[in-house]
Structure formats: structure tokens, C-alpha cells
């Protein structure tokens, strides 16, 4: 058998120098993000959910009610919102099994963690900014309608109450209580503001890193909520002793104390202070993602 | 060029492939034939880095796909049609990959021209008929301007006059000094197509060869022969070393002798003859020769 062998010259191809690098994956990245309708609509609805449940929370407050922490009132839609800003997080890698897109992502970039690391930049810096923007015009959007409406502060309320009954309000009682509405300058107010922009853009790359793992857009959404809303109810089933010690690692109890200006919850027991429960969350993100970029490596694309 | 050396995937208990050993070389239009389900997709995906083997290995240009510096600059691939988002545009999805390998924006119209689409180069691929998503999968492997193409299965969808550029387009690559591997399980379309010839059946390599020797040791194998003697005949020709296939519709199929042969074995033995036809028929060949490796058939 002769082999068959139709050129005289090779093929030659000129490559320029260097490789296909972070560089490379993070520039495909965006266009990717940017090129299907989801990225919009999620970041729409996120942002109808952040502002308007803000709006609907301080726009419905009655002469009667008293505003406890008005900064964390502004900011309660962060908790609708992140369950859509985790559908976008899932959606950046889920949408490439569910149309067969990873296929043609990793015959492009095939060293994978390249391709990981690109879209949790990518994606993460979206977040935050998104997250923050939304987070801030929330807060401002709610303290101009609690100002506007005259919302009374507990710091008003318990005053006028210490002047009924003729005693003294202690001053590191006093410290503890809020005006009818907030200003970015007041303490912990600005740390609340930021604080729950991270959290939002946090979650979002928690998702991602569900969506590498379990790579069905439905199932990892259903992981996700169930992290977020699911875990707490049952954590809260269980007996009260137990209950007490696990209710401060959950991710939404994690939140509460971020949102909230005195950086203490009401609702759990010896909570972690905002910036020790934040960076754990950033450390379940990182294990998650950590385990996706395993998963995604080992496992055929 | 390709080199797969010993390469295996197993699907759970399923051995998808089986050992497989072959070379694409450049300038060549290499076929890659089998039935369906013989483990030809799974051989490309392992060759593009998407699938792990179990065992072996398979080297494009001397290293594994993963190393290459410049993947798309130096291999691509249709694998599958559907590999695009369908809420993308066509240049979009093209401008993605051509950003991720730094390829020049004016490249993605070149190949958008180059398989027709010019004109629906801002629609939304999922408007796209399969045809149209075949031709922008070959728009994709083209991109980089590669020295080594894969295509799956690339006339899937294609009406007659797509399925002829096809096959116009591979063998002016190869002219070029590319390296071409095109998979098919059309025996007809892989004769018309391919210089050289990689065949596996259940995953295993049948036969390496070039197009013009399988044909020719193929077409003058096999006779049909119809005659109301089928007993007295087909031991006849079994005495004389040949090998009878009853067919269904009463004939015989002998290979391993020729008409002539089989004619002289007739009056020898005086058993009339009604028909003897020397059977050229590539199918044939090719049904024969993967005829134990086909893993999914209809009840007959």
C-alpha cells in the first residue's frame, strides 16, 4: 500500500507567541455574558426586587409603626433578590451544558480551571458592582421615602416614652437607638449598605459554583434555594440546643447581621459579627467553587 | 496530524472504544467510518480533549489538546451541530471563540461568508435550520484558519447541494496540506470524499486503509447468485474456498470466488444458474465488514 499523500508542503501556520491565557478566557467571558437575553432579564428582575420591595417596604410604613433599623428596612429586597441574582450565577455555566456551548468553550480554552477562574472574574466583578449600585440606590430610594413620610425612629419613640414616665434614657442605651430614617455618616450605616451589596454578589458566585458542580440548571437552582431559604427552615426544626449552635453559619442569618446597622441580629443567639460571618461565606464560596473546578476538571465535558 | 495509540472509554459497562490505533496524516482527507453508535464520536471527543480516555492516548500535532498554545489557531472541530447557545447571534457565538484565542473580528465575517451566512449572521442561532447550524459549526472549525480539521458527521442535515461543498471544502483543505479527518457512517459519501480510510465497528479498528484499496479489495468479493440448486452449490463453492450468505430474497451471496469461478463450479457440478451477478457494492463491503460490530439494529 502506498500512502496517499496529496501536498508536497505542509500546512504551516504561524501562531504568535505566548498561549491562550486568563486574558483570552476573561475577554470571551464578557462577550458571552453579555450576548443572551437571561443576563439582562435577571439583572432586571434582580434590581425590581432589591428596589421594589424597598420601596414597598418603606412606602407602606404607618405614623403608628416605629423604624427600628431603618438602613436594613431599605435593604430587605437584597433577600428576593439574591434568589434571582443565583439564577443568573447558576445560568453563566449551567446555560453551556444545557445548549452544548461548553463544548465549543473547552475546545477554545481547554485547560479548564482557565476557564473557571475566568468566568468567576468575570462574573464576580458584574456582581459586585451591580450588587453595590443596586444595594445604594436601594438604601437612598428608602431613607428619602422613610424621610419624606416622617417615619418615627425608636430613638424619638423611647425618648418621648423616658419623658412621660420622667427618667433618663443611659447613654449607651441611647447610642443603640435609631432616627426615623438613616444617613450614610450615622455608624455602621455605610459598613450595612456595602455589606449587603457583597452579600448579594457573594451568593451569586455561590451559585455559580452550584452550577459547576451539579451543571443542570434546574437542579443546581433548587440547591441554591435550598441553601438559602430551605436550610434555615429545617435548622430551625431541630431541637433548640442545636438549633441555637447551627443557626449562625446559615447564609441568610450570615446576611441579617450584615444588613443591620448595629451588626448584632435579633433574631440568633451569638451570631457572628458582619465581617467574621462574611468571610465565612466567602469561604463556603471558595470550597464550592473549589469542588466545581475539581468536578469540572475530572468529569468528561 | 493525529496519533491514537491504544485508546479506550468505557461508558459505565459499556466499551464505548476499544483499543484504538490509528494516524491522520496531513494532506489527506482521512474518513472515519463506522455504524452508528461504533464509538466515532467518542474518538473525536477524546482526540479534542472533551472525554478522558480509560486507557492510551491521543496526541493532535504531537500533544495532547490541552497543551496546545493556540487550540483554535491550530485544530478545529464540528462535533456536534447544536454546541451553540441558541439565544446567540452567529457572529456573536463566533466572536466569542475568536476573542478567546485572539483571532481578528474581521475573521469572523471571512468565515461567515465562507459557508454562506453572511446574510443571517445577526439572527438567533435558534431560528437556524440544521443545515444552517451544520455550516456554522464548520464556520467555528474554520476560524482560527487550523492545520488540522475534525469534522463529525458534517453532512448531517445538508441538502444535496451543501452536502457537495462539503465535500469540496474537505478535499481542498487537504490540498492544501491540512489534516482532515471527516466521520461518517455513509460508506457511499466516504468513497466520494476520502483518500484514506480509519473503519472501527463497536470500537475497535476494522481496517486502516486507502480508499482506493478497500474499494478494490472489496468489489470482487462478492456474487449474487440465484439458482433452484442452492444446496449442491453452496457446497460446491465451500469445497472451493468460497463463503455463501444466504439472502433473503432466496438468492446467495458468495464471496471469495468470482462470477466466472462460481459459473464454471455451476456447470461442473450441472446445476442451472438463473443469475450471476458480480456485486460491486461498497455498502455491501462496508456492511460486511462491520457486520458484528453494528451494536444497535432493527428486529428482522
Given at each position: 500500500m502506498t500512502a496517499v499523500l496529496g501536498a508536497a508542503t505542509p500546512f504551516a501556520i504561524e501562531l504568535p507567541p505566548g498561549r491562550v491565557g486568563l486574558r483570552r478566557a476573561m475577554a470571551a467571558e464578557w462577550t458571552k455574558l453579555w450576548s443572551v437575553r437571561s443576563t439582562t432579564l435577571t439583572l432586571v428582575a434582580t434590581a425590581m426586587a432589591v428596589v421594589g420591595l424597598c420601596a414597598l417596604g418603606t412606602g407602606t410604613?404607618?405614623?403608628?409603626d416605629i423604624i427600628d433599623d431603618p438602613t436594613r428596612r431599605s435593604l430587605i429586597g437584597v433577600f428576593l433578590g439574591q434568589l434571582i441574582f443565583g439564577v443568573l450565577g447558576v445560568l453563566v455555566i449551567s446555560a453551556e451544558y444545557g445548549t452544548g456551548t461548553i463544548r465549543a468553550t473547552l475546545s477554545a480554552v481547554p485547560r479548564r480551571p482557565v476557564v473557571l477562574t475566568a468566568k468567576v472574574l468575570v462574573f464576580g466583578a458584574v456582581a459586585v458592582v451591580v450588587s453595590e449600585a443596586l444595594t445604594f440606590s436601594a438604601f437612598a430610594l428608602g431613607q428619602a421615602i422613610l424621610s419624606a413620610k416622617h417615619a418615627v425612629g425608636t430613638k424619638a419613640a423611647v425618648a418621648q416614652r423616658a419623658q412621660q414616665l420622667g427618667v433618663k434614657i443611659p447613654h449607651n442605651i441611647a447610642a443603640l437607638l435609631s432616627n426615623g430614617s438613616a444617613s450614610l455618616g450615622q455608624p455602621g450605616v455605610l459598613r450595612a449598605v456595602v455589606g449587603a451589596g457583597l452579600y448579594l454578589a457573594v451568593l451569586g458566585l455561590l451559585a455559580l459554583g452550584l452550577g459547576t458542580i451539579i451543571r443542570h440548571t434546574a437542579g443546581a437552582i433548587s440547591a441554591f434555594v435550598g441553601v438559602v431559604l430551605v436550610l434555615p427552615l429545617i435548622v430551625e426544626a431541630l431541637p433548640t440546643s442545636l438549633s441555637n449552635a447551627m443557626a449562625r453559619y446559615l447564609p441568610a442569618n450570615i446576611g441579617l447581621v450584615m444588613f443591620s446597622t448595629r451588626g448584632v441580629?435579633?433574631?440568633?443567639?451569638s451570631a457572628f459579627s458582619p465581617w467574621t460571618g462574611f468571610a465565612l461565606l466567602v469561604g463556603y464560596t471558595v470550597v464550592t467553587l473549589g469542588i466545581g473546578c475539581w468536578v469540572l476538571v475530572r468529569r468528561d465535558a | 496530524m493525529i496519533e491514537a495509540r491504544c485508546l479506550s472509554k468505557r461508558f459505565g459497562n459499556v466499551v464505548a472504544v476499544d483499543g484504538l490505533s490509528f494516524d491522520v496524516l496531513p494532506g489527506t482527507v482521512t474518513g472515519f467510518l463506522g455504524?452508528?453508535?461504533?464509538g466515532k464520536s467518542t474518538t473525536m471527543r477524546m482526540i479534542m480533549g472533551l472525554d478522558s480516555p480509560a486507557s492510551g492516548s491521543v496526541t493532535v500535532l504531537g500533544q495532547p489538546?490541552?497543551?496546545?498554545?493556540?487550540p483554535m489557531r491550530e485544530v478545529g472541530a464540528l462535533?456536534?451541530?447544536?454546541?451553540?447557545?441558541?439565544?446567540?447571534?452567529a457572529r456573536t457565538h463566533l466572536l466569542t471563540l475568536a476573542r478567546s484565542n485572539a483571532i481578528a473580528r474581521s475573521r469572523v465575517d471571512e468565515v461567515l461568508d465562507l459557508v454562506g451566512l453572511t446574510s443571517v449572521a445577526?439572527?438567533?442561532?435558534?431560528?437556524?435550520s440544521l443545515g444552517m447550524g451544520q455550516r456554522l459549526g464548520i464556520a467555528a472549525a474554520m476560524l482560527g484558519d487550523p492545520g488540522v480539521l475534525l469534522f463529525d458527521e458534517p453532512v448531517n442535515g445538508l441538502d444535496p447541494e451543501g452536502i457537495r461543498w462539503v465535500r469540496t471544502l474537505c478535499k481542498s483543505l487537504a490540498g492544501e496540506g491540512r489534516t482532515v479527518f471527516v466521520s461518517s457512517h455513509l460508506m457511499a459519501e466516504m468513497a466520494l470524499t476520502a483518500d484514506h480510510l480509519v473503519v472501527i465497528g463497536k470500537g475497535k479498528l476494522i481496517a486502516e486503509t486507502s480508499v482506493a484499496d478497500f474499494v478494490a479489495g472489496s468489489s470482487r468479493q462478492s456474487v449474487k447468485v440465484r439458482t433452484p440448486a442452492q444446496h449442491e452449490l453452496s457446497d460446491a463453492v465451500i469445497n472451493a474456498g468460497g463463503t455463501v450468505m444466504p439472502d433473503p430474497d432466496g438468492s446467495m451471496n458468495v464471496t471469495g470466488l468470482s462470477a466466472s469461478e462460481v459459473g464454471d463450479l455451476a456447470a461442473l457440478i450441472g446445476v442451472a444458474v438463473h443469475e450471476l451477478t458480480p456485486v460491486a457494492s461498497l455498502e455491501d463491503a462496508f456492511m460486511e465488514l462491520t457486520d458484528d460490530a453494528v451494536e444497535f439494529r432493527g428486529g428482522s
Open positions: 410604613v404607618s405614623p403608628s441580629p435579633d433574631r440568633v443567639a | 455504524p452508528n453508535g461504533s489538546y490541552h497543551e496546545l498554545p493556540w462535533l456536534e451541530a447544536r454546541s451553540i447557545h441558541p439565544g446567540r447571534s445577526g439572527k438567533r442561532v435558534g431560528k437556524f
